[in-house]
């Protein structure tokens, strides 16, 4: 210091200056002692998991390499640089590439903590199995905070990628429409199928309306999708009691496909003068339609209806595919959820956007997370609420135009 000789106290400034120093010191030893209790605590659960006897070392290993996916795909740009969050250098994913040194003062100064403590967080997260609601608490943070966090980061992502689960057009269309010519299929644009996402007892509303087959409450999910898993259109939120029939013809795809805008483009013609502008694959929960064709089913078969249901059902268990991939990578839809109709739906559509993120970027899916062990210790396929209709459609229903379609198709198959 420059005071004078016989000076005993420090100027207004000097203390301004050593108070700002003292901040700064123990400022930094509260930011290093919660940093280490947050370590401390990743390293306590992630043992817990491990040693768990509802987890095999196989399943956690696969979704530890889940997580390495992911953040391949933020590093290799599967996720589209138009995001709400991102530098001029490149983007936020691009920046929070685990490889590049040089971006620990980033994630400091986003997520205030350094890179290797955001992949063990990232990395428990996924091990556990955990919901959000329940993890949150392993860092401290209230329920609350957690659903206004994943509500905002739903809103994001629908926000981001209005466009990502969309109606195939131009190049897309036609490398659909080609994939399933080669199945045998021409002028089909996809395969439609429900799935089940379990709740808890609903309130303030009909319970018995949401009570399925299964004796479990959950509400229903329509989802088209092609022969690359992606999905193209999703309508998520009836009650788990409600009919695969009644949810299509609630659904948008009625509604388009009644105006004409759902199949576009010149009409294919079949064998013996049919014409089609396209259709969908359905199982037997649907009726025979001019739009939706289902399998002939029954005992008594001829050869050319036999082909036609195992080529019918070949291709249409790309849905079966696809829910597996989505629920096994965001397990949180193998659980059951609390009860909030208003944002459940909206993060199903959201995972979805995520899930045809993951595929545009060629992410591979492991099928040990198809697989979990039970509290009997004994290793099973996991549910993903998918029911198999329990009586063929009524016939009655059926138009000459859906069976000549159909009729036409097999003979198709068996032609060639």
């Known amino acids: ?64 390499d889940v997580v390495l996916q992911v953040c391949y795909a933020m590093g290799c740009a599967a996720f589209p640089k138009a995001t709400p969050m991102k530098r001029r250098t490149g983007g936020t994913w691009e920046d929070l590439r685990q ?36 993890g949150t608490c392993s860092f401290g943070i209230g329920r609350s ?61 009909r319970r018995e309306d949401y009570y399925d087959r299964k004796r479990r409450f959950s509400i229903q999910a329509q989802v088209v999708v092609d022969l690359n898993l992606r999905v193209l259109d999703v309508f998520v939120g009836y009650p788990g009691s409600c009919h695969d029939v009644r949810i299509v013809h609630l659904s948008s795809l009625w509604a388009r496909e009644e105006a004409g805008e759902l199949f576009t483009g010149p009409p294919v013609m ?36 036999l082909r036609f249901d195992n080529k019918q059902k070949t291709a249409r268990g790309v849905v079966e595919r696809a829910f597996g991939r989505l629920k096994g990578m965001w397990r949180l839809f193998l659980r059951s959820h609390k009860t909030n109709m208003e944002t459940l739906p909206r993060q199903f559509v959201a995972v979805s956007i995520l899930h045809n993120i993951l595929i545009d970027g060629g992410i591979p899916f ?36 859906a069976l000549i379609l159909r009729n036409t198709l097999a003979e198709r198959m068996g032609a060639q």
């Open 1 to 64: 210091m420059n005071g004078g000789p016989g000076r005993d106290s420090l100027s207004k400034a000097e203390r301004t200056a050593v108070a700002a120093a003292v901040n700064a010191i123990l400022f930094r030893c509260q930011l290093q002692r919660g940093e280490g209790r947050m370590r401390a605590a990743i390293r306590a659960r992630r043992k817990r998991t491990l040693q768990s006897t509802n987890v095999k070392g196989e399943d956690n290993g696969a979704i530890c």
């Open 99 to 134: 490889c590049d040194d040089a971006t620990v003062d980033y994630f400091k100064d986003k997520l205030r903590m350094s890179p290797r403590v955001f992949q063990e967080i990232t990395e428990a997260l996924w091990a556990s199995w955990e919901t959000y609601e329940s």
């Open 145 to 205: 905070s957690g659903s206004v966090v994943v509500r905002d980061v739903t809103a994001v992502l629908l926000s981001a990628y209005p466009d990502k689960i969309s109606w195939p057009t131009g190049l897309q269309k036609a490398v659909v429409l080609r994939a399933f010519i080669d199945k045998g299929f021409p002028s089909c644009h996809g395969c439609i199928d429900c799935t089940h996402i379990f709740i808890d007892k609903p309130a303030n509303c």
């Open 270 to 305: 079949l064998p013996f003068g049919v014409r089609t502008n396209g259709y969908l694959l359905g199982d037997n929960g649907y009726p025979p339609s001019e739009w939706v064709v289902v399998p002939y089913s029954g005992l008594s078969q001829t050869s050319s209806k």
């Open 366 to 401: 492991h099928d040990n997370l198809l697989w979990e062990v039970g509290p009997d210790g004994v290793r099973r396929r996991v549910d993903l609420g998918m029911e198999r209709p329990l009586r063929l459609m009524c016939m009655e229903s059926l138009t000459g135009d």
